[in-house]
């Protein structure tokens, strides 16, 4: 007989048979064992489990990781009883390399930390033949290291050959290799596109790309198109902020034209401290000094008491000197304009190392300057001292004569 009950068709209870306590008792048990094995399953953890020959029993190992401020720093220890270790961490919110050091033996075993034990076999004569069994990212990470080394080895080899057949004046054999040589190459950045392009959500993405940018074999513009396509959390991991950074730079660098001794100066209009524009052209005399500086650069503001002596010795005679300041307070900049005496003109967008036109100039470091002839180009570059001096003598005593 069933019953309606609040829209629930319900057996009735009088129609079910007595059950056994016993098999209450098994049911009981095997819910509680299933829901043990389903919680295990949800569990993650970051472990190691390490076999190790050549040490002796009570020696010390360290696990140590990268902080976000790239500084290694220890964050436990085991200690070896009869050639086995293990080691139990939190688990990792993001994956990072982590690596393993001894008391008292140089090396380390690097592996990647991920929430997946980790089982290794570690010698002591040899740390970097250590062989490391985790997770997905350990498996990928090691698969892409041997796969790279792989690389590197028939290039070594193909680079002896080469280096072979030139001696014996083997002109074809050697252009043979040497495009053996470049299609290796080839291969070798197409293997490391791939797997970016493959394992989106993977560290050693990260690892490939950086690899890729430091080794220019792509633009930075392809390496950012890259790091683009990437789950976002890896964006946040140290390695994903510092391939950022890393890419920025190489973008900022490749937009910056090149100026140096013979070069043509890039005119530049930049705000002068009351606010109205001024550009370089309007700034020359018959030598100008494109001078970068700021009121937070000590070395800027020693330097600065002889450039003041140069242009008020030099200046009748065409020395116009334009400042361009790499600071972020308007009041710091003009404070120290004033304080240092510098009567001369001064310009700033006051973006600091974003300066554009500290970029465009590819001002890497301060002070630095830029000595132009009366046509614009530049004769000269970073001088100090009696240099500065000598030289700035040396172009208008000549056309004062």
């Known amino acids: 007989m069933k019953k309606l009950i609040f829209g629930v068709c319900k057996v009735d209870s009088l129609f079910l048979p007595p059950i056994n306590p016993n098999i209450m008792k098994r049911i009981a048990l095997l819910a509680t064992i299933l829901l043990l094995v389903a919680c295990k399953k949800e569990e993650k953890g970051y472990s190691i489990i390490a076999d190790i020959t050549g040490f002796e029993d009570g020696s010390i190992v360290y696990v140590n990781a990268i902080s976000e401020s790239n500084r290694p720093t220890i964050i436990d220890s085991a200690t070896i009883q009869q050639g086995k270790f293990q080691i139990s961490l939190p688990p990792v919110e993001n994956n990072d390399f982590n690596y ?6 140089p090396g380390n075993v690097l592996f990647l930390a991920e929430n997946n034990p980790i089982k290794m076999t570690i010698y002591k004569d040899s740390l970097r033949s250590s062989i490391i069994e985790g997770g997905p990212e350990n498996q990928l990470f090691f698969k892409y290291l041997g796969t790279i080394k792989t690389f590197a080895e028939e290039k ?13 004046n083997e002109a074809d054999k050697a252009l043979k290799i040497g495009i053996e040589r470049e299609a290796l190459n080839e291969k070798e950045n197409e293997y490391r596109k791939e797997l970016a392009e493959k394992n989106a959500s993977s560290l050693v993405s990260i690892m490939a790309i950086t690899d890729l940018l430091n080794l220019k074999t792509i633009p930075a513009k392809e ?10 959390t890896l964006k946040t991991t140290r390695l994903g902020k510092n391939l950022d950074q890393l890419i920025n ?15 043509e100066a890039e005119d530049f209009s930049a705000p002068t401290p009351d606010g109205k524009l001024l550009s370089l052209k309007e700034s020359m005399g018959k030598v100008t000094i494109i001078d970068f500086w700021a009121s937070w650069c000590k070395p800027c503001r020693i330097e600065n008491p002889n450039v003041v002596r140069v242009y008020n010795k030099y200046h009748a005679k065409g020395l116009n000197i334009i400042g361009v300041s790499l600071d972020k307070k308007q009041e ?16 700033s967008h006051l973006q600091f ?36 001096e000598s030289k700035i003598s040396e172009l208008l005593d000549e056309k004062s004569l």
Do not use: C
Request: charged fraction near 25%; proline fraction near 3%; charge should be positive.
């Open 100 to 105: 393993l050091t001894f008391k008292n033996t």
């Open 156 to 168: 070594v080899k193909l680079n002896n050959e080469y280096h072979i057949a030139t001696k014996l």
């Open 223 to 232: 390496a950012q198109e890259k790091y683009a396509a990437l789950d976002d």
């Open 249 to 263: 730079n190489a973008i900022a660098v490749s937009m910056q034209k090149r100026i140096d001794i013979g070069s």
């Open 332 to 347: 710091s900049w003009t404070k120290a304009i004033a304080d240092d005496n510098l009567d001369w003109n001064h310009v």
């Open 353 to 388: 190392w974003q300066e554009p036109i500290a970029r465009t100039y590819g001002v890497r470091s301060i002070p630095a300057t830029f000595i132009l002839d009366e046509k614009g180009n530049v004769i000269a570059k970073n001088l100090r001292g009696p240099a500065l």
